[in-house]
């Protein structure tokens, strides 16, 4: 079985309360559903992670870099200066793809920089939570468990 990793970083766990107007009414739930029904018939499975602090997420990372065949990641806030993910990733030997529901570019300067996007194989930005279903085909389509 291969598996796909849905990395969440800090504040995307309260997703479907959180700024509703910004973020939409999905939850996390609601997203991780998506998504292992997106990536179900190429007989993958979904291991989603969310996390508030930047080290349980490397750890997650750590422990799903030779167990899974690529990852959906969005870092909140963490695309901003999360360096220790960003080195983590840099470690990480599968195709990932960034994630963020929001258009960044369409909001305040702070987030127009991401740490982590240069190394993605992708990014999709405000899409909304359909972003991440977009990210699981894209990464089914690149055989992400072939490379
Ligand atoms: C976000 C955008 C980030 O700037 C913000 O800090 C988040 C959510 C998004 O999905 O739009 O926490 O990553």
Same mark, same amino acid.
């Given at each position: 079985m291969s598996i796909l990793l849905l990395l969440n970083g800090p504040n995307l766990g309260i997703l479907g309360e959180r700024e509703p107007e910004t973020? *939409?009414?999905?939850t996390l739930a609601d997203i991780e559903e998506a998504v292992a029904d997106e990536v179900g018939p190429a007989g993958w499975e979904v291991r989603s992670v969310q996390h508030d602090g930047e080290g349980e997420l490397i750890g997650a990372v750590h422990r799903s870099r030779h167990d899974t065949v690529g990852a959906i990641v969005n870092p909140g806030a963490l695309m901003i200066a999360g360096w220790g993910l960003r080195d983590a990733l840099a470690a990480y030997p599968r195709p990932w793809i960034e994630v963020h529901l929001s258009n960044v570019w369409a909001r305040? @300067?702070? @987030?127009?920089?991401?740490?982590? +996007?240069? $190394? +993605?194989s992708g990014v999709l930005v *405000? $899409? *909304? +939570?359909y972003g991440y279903v977009l990210a699981a085909r894209a990464l089914v389509h690149r055989g992400a468990g072939d490379a």
């Open positions: 973020y *939409g009414t999905d305040e @300067r702070f @987030r127009h920089e991401s740490v982590i +996007a240069p $190394l +993605a *405000g $899409l *909304g +939570a």
